[in-house]
């Protein structure tokens, strides 16, 4: 849990011990680096406003090495912010002031995608898909070009196995929140535009060419 709010990082904290968290506190950016290197963490709260190193910057670094779940919080409401949030890297965006249980319940469905895939890790199972030069692999929860690995949020990663698996299928934007997000999507929502337009950034860099489609109108697709 990383804010320089002493009260929420405490208020949070409580509802998380309660429902049987551990929790490890931070009330700068700097700090959260430092504590992230030295112990198992497997989600971060992440404010966007700290001094020495704010929340976006925080999540720049981290999704340099790592797709550790980040749930990001700012008293800032507009669209652009949230946007900006999520194409840093964040898997998830709440706005202050906000409820403690909606928070407890949107952690709960970040962690339990993930271990999903740590499951997979240690049963040894191994699922592997080829798109072209892609190789994507479930188990391991990596994708690799020629060999050399595109680092991929949570969120991106189950955006493109869902799609590569299902080659030529189209995916309505309300079929890939609920499937990837497991909850009811809502009109306004541009969750998955956004995680589709970073992970598209992403492939495109390493592939040169758009691997995913859009089906306009309808939703998304990866051709055969």
């Given at each position: 849990?990383?804010?320089?709010?002493?009260e929420?990082?405490?208020?949070?904290?409580?509802?998380?011990?309660?429902?049987?968290?551990?929790?490890?506190?931070?009330?700068?950016?700097?700090?959260?680096?430092?504590?992230?290197?030295?112990?198992?963490?497997?989600?971060?709260?992440l404010?966007?406003?700290?001094?020495?190193?704010?929340g976006?910057?925080?999540?720049?670094?981290?999704r340099?090495?790592?797709?550790v779940?980040?749930?990001?919080l700012?008293?800032?409401a507009?669209?652009m912010?949230?946007?900006l949030?999520l194409?840093?890297?964040?898997?998830?965006?709440?706005?202050?002031?906000?409820?403690?249980?909606?928070?407890?319940?949107?952690?709960?469905?970040?962690?339990?995608?993930?271990?999903?895939?740590?499951?997979?890790?240690?049963?040894?199972?191994?699922?592997?898909?080829?798109?072209n030069?892609?190789?994507i692999?479930r188990?391991?929860?990596?994708?690799?070009?020629k060999g050399?690995?595109?680092v991929?949020?949570?969120?991106?990663?189950?955006?493109?196995?869902?799609?590569?698996?299902?080659r030529?299928?189209?995916?309505?934007?309300?079929?890939?929140f609920?499937?990837?997000?497991?909850?009811?999507?809502?009109?306004?929502?541009?969750?998955?535009?956004?995680?589709?337009?970073?992970?598209?950034?992403?492939?495109?860099?390493?592939?040169?060419?758009?691997?995913?489609?859009?089906?306009?109108?309808?939703?998304?697709?990866?051709?055969?």
């Amino acid at each position: 849990m990383v804010d320089d709010e002493k009260e929420i990082v405490n208020l949070v904290s409580i509802y998380l011990q309660n429902d049987g968290f551990t929790v490890f506190k931070a009330y700068d950016g700097q700090e959260a680096l430092e504590l992230f290197a030295e112990k198992k963490i497997d989600l971060i709260i992440l404010d966007i406003m700290m001094p020495k190193m704010d929340g976006m910057e925080v999540c720049r670094r981290l999704r340099e090495t790592n797709t550790v779940p980040i749930l990001m919080l700012s008293a800032k409401a507009e669209d652009m912010d949230k946007v900006l949030g999520l194409m840093t890297g964040a898997d998830d965006y709440m706005i202050k002031p906000f409820n403690p249980l909606e928070l407890i319940a949107r952690v709960k469905s970040l962690l339990r995608r993930s271990y999903q895939f740590k499951q997979m890790e240690q049963e040894e199972q191994t699922d592997l898909l080829s798109v072209n030069s892609l190789e994507i692999n479930r188990a391991s929860h990596t994708v690799l070009h020629k060999g050399k690995p595109i680092v991929l949020t949570s969120k991106e990663f189950e955006i493109l196995y869902l799609l590569a698996s299902n080659r030529s299928r189209v995916f309505s934007t309300e079929e890939i929140f609920e499937r990837v997000w497991e909850e009811k999507y809502f009109a306004s929502n541009n969750t998955v535009m956004v995680h589709i337009s970073n992970l598209r950034e992403k492939l495109e860099k390493e592939l040169g060419y758009k691997l995913i489609k859009t089906v306009w109108g309808v939703g998304y697709k990866i051709e055969e």
